[in-house]
């Protein structure tokens, strides 16, 4: 049914957006008129747009792999990771374990977020080689993890034969990074993401990251991955962190 209706909706847009050109074309010259069917245009996307955005269960864990190639003034390279990650929208708190590779460079990194009652939200990041931790609060509220409603949709379609396997693209405007997010429909308004690309800007690198999902299980097997890592325990400051690690955008890319 409601696959029927969202193709009814979608039939409906192409022909208004068919009419509309049309009109635009005749009515080139009449700025007035162009606005009006313009804006009716605006209204129907925003409306098919808001029937389809989907978020993610509320708790979850994965694995990500990901490949970004940058490239800066004079340092350009690949990032390679194979992180674990855990999201829990109910407790407000997410956590990655990040294996990170770098040309010569090699990290096992623990990146958790927590939100405490009254006080916000902080962001650890244990540096476990080094035996360091940087600490961060978060003036953000904890985001849940969705397609965000202005994002541009680009259908259903599926991965390899036709009629397998049902996925959706949506392209997702952000702060730093624009990304195009492959997710699969779990059930009405949830989804789970399979895939994303992101590009823009970090610091001084143009940065083109590719991430995949997979082996994602619902609920959460062990709280303690929540934990504050064990190296920041103590009292540390606020203070910047390096530009690769401060991105918030670790678990979707919105
Ligand atoms: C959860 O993980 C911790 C740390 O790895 C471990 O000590 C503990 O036994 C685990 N708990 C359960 C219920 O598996």
């Not at 909706?9 to 010259?29: F, M, P």
């Not at 008129?33 to 978020?55: H, K, R």
């Not at 904890?142 to 049902?166: M, N, Q, T, V």
């Not at 610091?203 to 890592?229: A, M």
Request: glycine share 8%; net charge negative; proline share 3%.
């Amino acid at each position: 049914m409601r696959a029927l209706a969202t193709l009814r909706v979608e039939r409906l847009i192409i022909l208004l957006d068919l009419t509309v050109n049309v009109i635009l074309v005749h009515a080139h010259g009449i700025p007035n008129f162009t606005m009006q069917w313009a804006s009716i245009v605006l209204i129907l996307y925003t409306l098919v747009t808001l029937g389809l955005a989907c978020c993610t269960p509320d708790q979850w864990e994965g694995t990500q792999p990901e490949f970004a190639g940058y490239a800066g003034y004079i340092h350009h390279g690949l990032i390679t990771e194979y992180n674990d990650v855990a999201y829990d929208f109910k407790g407000k708190r997410s956590a990655i374990f990040l294996r990170y590779v770098n040309g010569d460079i090699e990290a096992k990194i623990k990146i958790v977020v927590r939100y405490e009652d009254n006080e916000g939200g902080m962001l650890y990041v244990d540096n476990y080689a080094k035996g360091s931790c940087w600490k961060k609060r978060l003036e953000r509220e904890f985001r849940k993890a969705c397609i965000p409603k202005d994002a541009k949709s680009y259908g259903e379609y599926y991965l390899g034969i036709d009629g397998g396997y049902k996925v959706a693209s949506y392209k997702i405007r952000g702060e730093r990074m624009n990304s195009i997010l492959t997710v699969q429909s779990v059930e009405d308004n949830v989804c789970a993401p399979i895939g994303e690309i992101s590009m823009g800007r970090a610091g001084h690198y143009d940065i083109l990251r590719n991430v995949g999902f997979v082996n994602i299980t619902p609920g959460i097997k062990n709280e303690t991955v929540f934990d504050v890592p064990k190296d920041c325990t103590e009292d540390w400051s606020d203070f910047d962190l390096p530009i690769e690690i401060d991105r918030q955008d670790y678990i979707f890319a919105v």
